[in-house]
């Protein structure tokens, strides 16, 4: 597991980085601290948890989003719970790094971002 340091609309919080999952998810806590109106999301999504089952979740857009000097403005992500056990605040997921160059150094567990060439 690769776990990074990610600001969220001006807060500090621990991310697993998912090259599998599509979107971005945040908890609710960390939804309520960046000021997120979870009343209000985009739309609901579908998705599959643990134990076979789907959920309908909020989608809301998180203004801006971190790592190191890469930044996303306008971003979207899901709202989540996630077991206590991982200590996360969220996922870092695809709709975050398709706009770099990520690239995974597994022996130093190190996420390199790089701005993609045009």
């Known amino acids: ?30 939804a309520e601290l960046c000021g997120v109106n979870l009343q209000r999301p985009i739309r609901s999504q579908r998705i599959f948890v643990a134990h076979q089952q789907f959920v309908e979740v909020p989608v809301v857009r998180l203004d801006h989003v971190s790592v190191g000097a890469c930044e996303i403005s306008d971003l979207e992500a899901l709202v989540l719970g996630f077991p206590e056990e ?8 695809v709709n975050f790094l398709e706009h770099l160059r990520p690239t995974f150094e597994f022996d130093t567990a190190t996420l390199v971002l790089r701005l993609q060439r045009k």
Request: aromatic share 6%.
């Open 1 to 30: 597991m690769l776990i990074i340091m990610a600001r969220i609309n001006h807060w500090d919080f621990q991310l697993l980085v998912d090259t599998g999952a599509a979107l971005t998810a945040i908890t609710p806590e960390v």
């Open 86 to 93: 991982l200590r996360i605040d969220g996922i870092l997921g």
